[in-house]
């Protein structure tokens, strides 16, 4: 096959979901304009940071761009005259600040790729759609039989995931999705190893995973074709959202926020935790569920998206189970996300953060007893449950499930074993990022509370007295060596004194009105 006959060979080793800070440093006034100076990082390190230059207009210009989302974004007023005032400029930088602030703590907006480029042009400085048909144009040279009917502009949150619309020249009325995508940094399978398993895609069968109709990749990216659904996934129905819609519009300020019903929480839920435990005791990593991977087919939930681990990308919720070091496992990661999407199936929302302190009201106390099982401070601190005790909690157990289709999902042992070491890669790499996330926030803490108001009075309390010690100790050893002096200058054979030699008066006077006078300019 000639699929991207020569592609840039690797993966990408740039982990999008690694979240961007951005700092304004300082500004400078030119003859007609101000320019802010913003100090971005991409992470907890320092050393991995940068500037760049930004004047007003290129916040307005990535503010109009962000209106599609539909967010009331904080940008500062536009100001023709005065724009140029010293007060004005430290006081449009604070609201500058406050509005880098916003866009970079949203999950949605902090990962799309107008608010990447604006931070960070160096890394995301190509057009991907562009480089996407570029791909899929070599594919249809050696598959002639496909023909595309439109490109599917922004419906996923991946910057290098892009999305068409296709069809069968012989069958024109059907309808299919075609992705293509670039390798990502947790890709460890071999060229033939990942081949092998994308073809095995195809031939996957089980009620509650969607089908694939042709999946290859090549050393650098991969191909995966599906049929479309005019219905969308879960994530559609809960914000009740056209599916081909941009990502941003669709989920990021929705008009109705509203759960779904009891029982269609029951049965979704039952059906996703027994695909996530077929796929475990299968040996193939998942690790990227959320509600915008569940395709709808009536009332029936099925799975998308299997190859996103083989292909090394990472997943939607990184930034989330990076914070707590018990979610360590692929399977740890599933439930998590598991209720991330339990959460948004039961409030029509995400949570605001995570962990969730409290709950509100739901419709029924058996789905706030499998939240807390999950997103709850007791939960990141003991680790995840497992899928198997999820299906035992009261919330699915008495869910009976009627599909009756077979599964078929035959890996190679040889494919088996290199799935588990790519498994073991994957943790691994999550086990170190989590570790240094920890470290930093010790150290992060640490410098916070030594530099806070109340330590550094503890700290003043602590050297005055330390001081007061000194000065006193100090005091009273002149005395003792005053004393001795004295003793010795009496002729005294030995430092001790028999009762029948006292101390002269007038010595001991001395010595003790030296050492009141110590006292007394230390106490007081």
């Not at 907006?109 to 070599?138: G, R, W």
Request: aromatic letters at 8%; one cysteine or more; glycine letters at 4%.
């Amino acid at each position: 096959m000639a699929f991207m006959e020569k592609p840039p060979a690797g993966k990408v080793l740039l982990d999008d979901t690694v979240p961007l800070t951005a700092v304004i440093e300082a500004s400078q006034s030119l003859h007609s304009h101000t320019e802010y100076i913003i100090r971005v990082q991409r992470g907890i390190s320092m050393e991995n940071s940068w500037q760049i230059v930004r004047r007003y207009s290129d916040f307005d210009l990535l503010n109009n761009s962000l209106q599609i989302s539909a967010l009331s974004l904080p940008l500062p007023p536009k100001k023709l005259i005065g724009n140029m005032d010293r007060e004005f400029i430290a006081e449009r930088q604070k609201g500058l600040q406050n509005y880098l602030n916003v866009i970079t703590s949203n999950h949605i907006l902090s990962t799309c790729e107008l608010v990447k480029k604006f931070l960070d042009p160096n890394s995301y400085s190509v057009n991907y759609t562009e480089i996407a048909l570029q791909h899929v144009s070599m594919f249809f040279r050696s598959e002639p039989k496909w023909e595309v009917v439109e490109p599917l502009k922004d419906i996923g949150w991946r910057i290098r995931k892009k999305y068409f619309l296709m069809k069968i020249k012989n069958q024109p009325k059907e309808r299919l999705a075609l992705s293509w995508a670039d390798l990502g940094p947790d890709k460890y399978l071999s060229d033939k190893d990942l081949q092998c398993a994308m073809k095995l895609l195809s031939s996957c069968s089980h009620p509650y995973i969607y089908k694939v109709t042709f999946a290859t990749a090549s050393e650098s990216s991969a191909l995966v074709i599906r049929p479309f659904s005019e219905k969308g996934t879960l994530k559609d129905l809960i914000y009740k959202a056209k599916p081909k819609d941009p990502f941003l519009k669709k989920y990021c300020n929705p008009k109705k926020i509203q759960g779904l019903e009891l029982q269609q929480i029951k049965t979704f839920g039952r059906q996703i935790l027994e695909v996530l435990k077929f796929l475990h005791e299968k040996g193939f990593p998942y690790g990227h569920l959320h509600a915008s991977n569940v395709m709808l087919d009536g009332d029936t939930c099925r799975l998308l998206d299997l190859e996103n681990a083989l292909l090394g990308l990472p997943s939607f919720y990184r930034p989330y189970f990076t914070q707590f070091r018990k979610i360590n496992t692929l399977e740890g990661v599933d439930v998590h996300c598991f209720g991330h999407l339990l959460y948004e199936m039961a409030y029509g929302r995400p949570p605001d953060s995570v962990p969730v302190d409290t709950f509100p009201p739901a419709p029924s106390m058996s789905i706030v007893t499998v939240l807390e099982s999950v997103l709850s401070p007791e939960a990141m601190k003991n680790g995840m449950p497992t899928v198997s005790r999820l299906l035992q909690m009261p919330l699915f157990s008495d869910v009976f499930l009627t599909n009756s289709e077979k599964t078929q999902f035959k890996i190679p042992t040889k494919l088996k074993e290199a799935l588990k070491t790519a498994k073991e890669c994957i943790e691994k790499r999550l086990l170190e990022e989590q570790k240094q996330i920890h470290q930093h926030r010790r150290l992060t803490r640490a410098q916070s509370h030594h530099g806070s108001e109340e330590e550094k009075k503890k700290r003043k309390i602590l050297a005055r007295k330390k001081s007061k010690r000194s000065a006193f100790e100090s005091g009273e050893e002149q005395t003792m060596k005053y004393s001795n002096s004295n003793n010795s200058g009496s002729g005294a054979s030995s430092p001790l004194t028999s009762p029948s030699s006292p101390v002269p008066p007038s010595t001991a006077g001395n010595g003790l009105t030296s050492l009141n006078a110590c006292l007394e300019s230390i106490m007081g």
